[in-house]
């Protein structure tokens, strides 16, 4: 078979792609039975879980018109009501514009560091220098660092965090100006931070609206259609079934890992820009309660090493009709290394004990629904290797016709509305790449 354009992947960057593509008529494949990718939502038994709770932070207004056009009416605009597990009590999030909630003691720890390092002013470049170790100790100093932002990242990427580069921290880790936080310790006036204080999610049903939504302007996507190998010379790849493919040009969305992986007639240098990929894979257990638990806030972040999860979310604080009536439910989320095994019952007990500990959870019998989702790759490293990589490969890969898109296609932190601009994006270049 021969196509001009073939799109690997139907989470929202393919999805994306497609429909910024639809008068070219191409074709998506996905391996899965479903579209969605990891903004797909599973049901069990009256519980609506997503890969763990996805909340839409759209900053950019051509995807605020798209997601408007495509779901009317539909999503709710909510205003984040988001914690920390510290020490046993339940504070308020951004930790570092929150110090008023620690004792004396660490306050001052906190402020010491804040004031020292209140002058500093990196550029991008000097930015891009540093660690992200070197980096967060540069913009919030020394208690910060040592009380929230380095046990939680650490837990999070699964590895010391001088390994970790520090260009993608710009937008993901708000730094609130000396005077602002000191307005926050003395009680003068609350400030709110970061990326995701407001969010949009569905008003019925769980985020997969979106890419079903997105789906519907999609003429041609064949599920359970794996690619399993990709000649890159020969612009041809095959599926699991056998079947051959010829495209002229091709977008992938799947992760760049992989995609090296299952790539033939690539060379030796390519091959070890994509090994030198890293990652970390998430496991979510999904609970549904019998019970609401007693908190009025959608998510927490758990630094303490004690406790095996990074955060925990509660999805009808945010979306009441993702549970029957009366019950609540949540989601726990277990960072651990790429490759390791994690045993389900393991998980299951780390995330009740994590609940119970949190009073959320009178006991285990007020668990009704267990459901446990693995992301083998969840979050990309971002390391120097990644620096160096990535652009070689994106590079190889263009000049034989193959876009990278999304999250993993990118090996890049995005959220899903980068991810959607990113598909459009590579769309916009295959579809003015002449064959
Ligand atoms: C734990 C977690 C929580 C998150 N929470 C949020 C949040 O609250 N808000 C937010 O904005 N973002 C969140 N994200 C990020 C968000 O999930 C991603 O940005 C977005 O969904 C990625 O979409 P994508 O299309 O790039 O990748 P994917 O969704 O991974 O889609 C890739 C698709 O390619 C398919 N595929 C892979 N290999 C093949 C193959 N060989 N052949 C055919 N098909 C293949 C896959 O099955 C998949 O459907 C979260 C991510 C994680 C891991």
């Not at 994590?354 to 693995?374: K, Y």
Request: glycine share 10%; charged share 25%.
């Amino acid at each position: 078979m021969n196509r001009d354009i073939v799109i690997v992947g139907a989470g929202l960057a393919g999805l994306s792609a497609a429909r910024a593509l639809r008068n070219s008529a191409p074709l998506v494949l996905e391996k899965e039975a479903r579209v969605g990718g990891l903004a797909a939502s599973k049901h069990v038994d009256g519980f609506t879980f997503d890969y763990s709770g996805h909340l839409l932070h759209v900053n950019s207004a051509r995807i605020r018109r798209l997601v408007d056009t495509l779901l009317p009416g539909a999503l709710r605009a909510v205003t984040r009501r988001a914690g920390i597990l510290m020490e046993g009590r339940l504070i308020d999030y951004p930790f570092q514009a929150n110090i008023r909630f620690l004792s004396k003691p660490q306050q001052k720890e906190c402020l010491l560091g804040l004031i020292e390092t209140a002058g500093t002013a990196l550029s991008r470049g000097e930015r891009e220098g540093l660690s992200f170790h070197d980096w967060l100790l540069a913009c919030f100093g020394r208690g910060i660092f040592r009380l929230f932002m380095e046990p939680y990242n650490r837990k999070l990427f699964q590895t010391d965090l001088r390994r970790l580069s520090s260009e993608w921290t710009g937008w993901a880790i708000p730094r609130p100006p000396l005077e602002e936080v000191i307005d926050q310790l003395l009680g003068i006036r609350k400030h709110d931070y970061g990326y995701n204080t407001t969010f949009l999610y569905p008003k019925r049903g769980g985020i997969e609206l979106l890419p079903q939504a997105l789906a519907r302007g999609v003429r041609e996507i064949r599920l359970g259609a794996e690619v399993t190998r990709i000649d890159v010379p020969a612009r041809r790849l095959t599926l699991k079934s056998g079947e051959q493919i010829r495209y002229e040009r091709l977008i992938s969305t799947m992760p760049l890992k992989a995609l090296v992986g299952l790539s033939r007639g690539v060379p030796p240098e390519i091959r070890r820009a994509g090994r030198g990929l890293k990652h970390v894979s998430v496991r979510v257990v999904n609970l549904g309660l019998r019970r609401k638990p007693a908190t009025r806030k959608h998510w927490f972040y758990i630094p303490e090493a004690r406790f095996t999860p990074y955060r925990v979310g509660l999805y009808a604080n945010f979306a009441p009709r993702t549970v029957p009536v009366g019950c609540g439910s949540a989601y726990v989320e277990i960072a651990r290394g790429a490759g390791t095994r994690l045993a389900r019952d393991q998980a299951k007990r780390a995330a009740i004990a994590l609940l119970r500990e949190m009073g959320m959870l009178g006991s285990a019998r007020d668990v009704v629904v267990h459901d446990q989702l693995d992301i083998p790759c969840a979050y990309v490293i971002h390391d120097r290797e990644r620096r160096t990589n990535l652009p070689a490969l994106q590079a190889y890969y263009r000049q034989n016709g193959i876009f990278l898109a999304g999250r993993y296609g990118l090996w890049s932190y995005m959220g899903m509305a980068e991810t959607m601009e990113s598909g459009m994006k590579a769309a916009r270049e295959a579809g003015a790449q002449t064959p």
